[in-house]
């Protein structure tokens, strides 16, 4: 196990930083870096849109891209490995693959000539100990700085994002369930005074940094949702993607603990403000999280035709709505409670509703849920369409009181 130096700022502020060069006019960052770009990646899937704009920024298809899967649990990684796809389907031609458990080796001339030509490397997902044990305080490290002081950019997710800060949380080798490992506390140094958490709302994790702050009060804390990215320009950072990202330890809290910004938010990184957007609550992102808990609870009742939950779900007079065509003219077919529970409980095979990018939307104890959907009827793929789900909120939780869906035979490629 490698122990890293937590003392003064070789825990905060990155001390090996790369010195801005002659060519930089404007005057040195606080956080981000001096030169290039970082990709802060909150894990899960990310859409296709979110790594095409990774590759823009490296160079479009002439990119000279460096994948480093360390962070994995393989040993090694063949040039077919499944975790360069998502870059050549967006266009990127020239990809290399870096990994070694091997400080010597990632020390190396020779390991690090690929980042020399670069314009861009990716992290990938995993555990971040591992990206730790073999680069950090390493010429690998070294030469990605170098790469950010040519205007490259650096990207990862998950694993890949936390390691990008410079104290670095969930460490520990025994568990990720542990935020501060002694030991195992400190990150590259990228993003400076930081500390990044990623998967936060899909794993619950939202709260978790509030104990790392307080720890160390310096710190600005960032918990990025899977599907999202924070892009960091010097002090400048921008949220894209399907979730958000939350801001712990800020300037302009007020009484909230953090807050989330959405897709299009931009906070300022220097004077820890947001600089615009809306921000939302951390109780808005938690009713969210018991609304969308609720609709996955109705599609795990429809697999095992549990009806009595379905019934608890549900308020008395709910009814479905499907848009038809009747004799040519648009119609509307309405099956009540009673009915849409007689189908489930009659039904052969098993009942497969997988949801597919839901929106929720909550103000006060009304919440609404969109949502694309694939059915799956046994084994057999059915048919797709959209949800829209309609919740009230009474002494018992989050009750479904309407329920509106399409039905697709074709085109249900999402």
């Not at 479009?60 to 360390?70: C, K, Q």
């Not at 690090?112 to 992290?123: G, H, M, Q």
């Not at 990862?156 to 490992?181: C, D, F, H």
């Not at 529970?341 to 052969?348: F, N, P, R, T």
């Amino acid at each position: 196990m490698r122990l890293a130096a937590l003392a003064g700022c070789a825990l905060f502020a990155a001390c090996t930083a790369v010195q801005p060069s002659a060519r930089v006019l404007a005057p040195a960052t606080t956080t981000g870096p001096d030169r290039g770009t970082l990709f802060i990646a909150g894990g899960g899937a990310l859409d296709s849109a979110i790594i095409a704009r990774f590759v823009a920024l490296a160079g479009g298809g002439d990119a000279r891209i460096v994948v480093i899967p360390t962070a994995a649990t393989e040993d090694s990684f063949p040039e077919s490995w499944a975790g360069l796809r998502m870059f050549r389907e967006a266009g990127a031609r020239h990809l290399t693959l870096l990994h070694t458990r091997s400080r010597d080796t990632a020390d190396s001339e020779a390991f690090t000539r690929p980042l020399r030509s670069a314009t861009a490397v990716w992290l990938t997902g995993g555990r971040q100990w591992r990206l730790a044990d073999s680069y950090l305080d390493t010429r690998t490290v070294s030469e990605i700085r170098a790469l950010l002081d040519r205007d490259g950019v650096v990207g990862g997710t998950s694993a890949g994002a936390s390691i990008q800060a410079s104290y670095m949380v969930r460490g520990a080798v025994e568990s990720n369930e542990i935020m501060m490992a002694p030991g195992y506390e400190s990150g590259f140094g990228l993003l400076r005074g930081t500390a990044i958490d990623q998967h936060l709302t899909a794993r619950g994790r939202q709260d978790d940094m509030l104990r790392v702050v307080r720890r160390h009060p310096a710190l600005l804390g960032i918990g990025v949702d899977e599907g999202t990215a924070l892009i960091v320009t010097r002090d400048h950072a921008e949220i894209a993607g399907r979730g958000r990202v939350a801001f712990y330890n800020t300037a302009d809290s007020g009484d909230l603990d953090y807050y989330f910004l959405s897709e299009g938010g931009t906070f300022d990184l220097d004077r820890r403000i947001t600089s615009s957007g809306r921000r939302v609550a951390p109780q808005t992102v938690r009713d969210e999280a018991e609304v969308l808990a609720a609709m996955i609870r109705l599609f795990d009742a429809m697999r095992t035709r549990d009806t009595a939950a379905i019934r608890a779900l549900a308020h008395p007079d709910l009814h479905t709505f499907i848009p038809v065509e009747h004799d040519g003219r648009a119609a509307i077919r309405s099956t009540s409670l009673d009915g849409f529970i007689a189908q489930v409980a009659a039904a052969a095979e098993r009942l497969d509703e997988r949801p597919i990018r839901p929106e929720v939307r909550v103000d006060g104890r009304l919440a609404s849920v969109w949502t694309y959907y694939d059915f799956i009827i046994g084994s057999n793929f059915s048919h797709c369409g959209t949800d829209a789900f309609n919740f009230v909120k009474d002494s018992t939780g989050w009750i479904i009181t309407g329920l509106a869906y399409t039905i697709q035979r074709e085109g249900c490629t999402r």
